[in-house]
């Protein structure tokens, strides 16, 4: 109020171990980690409406106004258990995060993904894998100061083997698998397209990755992830 002729105001602080207030300044400093609060009341009685909760200050009346203070240790230092993780689509899983010095909270902290199509992450750290791919997931305090990564792979499994459904070959012919025999693993972004092969005949032998024929006959080709 501009009319007050004293515009001195008391402070009480409530938990002065956890901040102090500087009169000259207005400046507010915390300590060290905790809850405090401090409450300013006006010294003129000349002032008539000052932050009134209900708008009945009358002329001659104290006002009060008080702040809740929490006072957090800084964090100096993040430390991540694992900096490389792979995980399947469809799982999840919490990063285990450790934060310096032991009496900061672990809780102030950031989580982001940059590929939120591959994975996401929740608020308290859950690494939630969408689909085949990269992505970094960044933790940080909540200024931004303090920033380390974890690199995560999401696995996409094989879902499916396309073979030609026959194969015609002559007597003492070789046909290369991969090259005169195409096998396509499903989807495209499959991490592993390593694949096994099994006969199950007499004509034809294997040789490697190679389809020899020995004899007329027919024999079965099985390919496998």
């Known amino acids: 109020n501009d009319t007050a002729t004293n515009k001195t105001l008391s402070v009480n602080i409530s938990n002065p171990s956890v901040v102090t207030y500087n009169k000259g300044t207005g400046q507010i400093e915390g300590i060290k980690q905790g809850t405090s609060k401090i409450t300013f009341t006006s010294q003129d009685n000349s002032i008539s409406s000052v932050f009134a909760n209900d708008g009945t200050i009358t002329k001659g009346t104290p ?18 258990t694992e900096k490389e993780i792979t995980m399947n689509i469809g799982t999840e899983k919490k990063l285990e995060v450790k934060v310096l010095p032991q009496d900061a909270i672990v809780q102030d902290l950031i989580y982001s993904s940059n590929n939120k199509d591959v994975a996401t992450v929740t608020a308290d750290g859950t690494i939630v894998a969408k689909k085949g791919g990269k992505c970094t997931i960044t933790v940080s305090d909540i200024k931004g100061e303090i920033k380390k990564e974890c690199n995560v792979t999401i696995i996409q499994k094989a879902q499916k083997i396309e073979v030609p459904s026959e194969i015609y070959m002559n007597s003492d012919e070789t046909y290369k698998i991969g090259e005169d025999v195409t096998i396509t693993v499903l989807p495209e972004n499959t991490n592993n397209k390593e694949v096994s092969f099994s006969l199950n005949g007499d004509s034809v032998s294997l040789d490697g990755n190679d389809l020899v024929a020995l004899k007329g006959g027919i024999t079965y080709l099985t390919v496998s992830t």
């Not at 008080?66 to 800084?74: E, G, H, M, Q, R």
């Open 63 to 80: 006002i009060s106004k008080t702040l809740s203070i929490v006072v957090k240790t800084k964090i100096t230092d993040i430390k991540l």
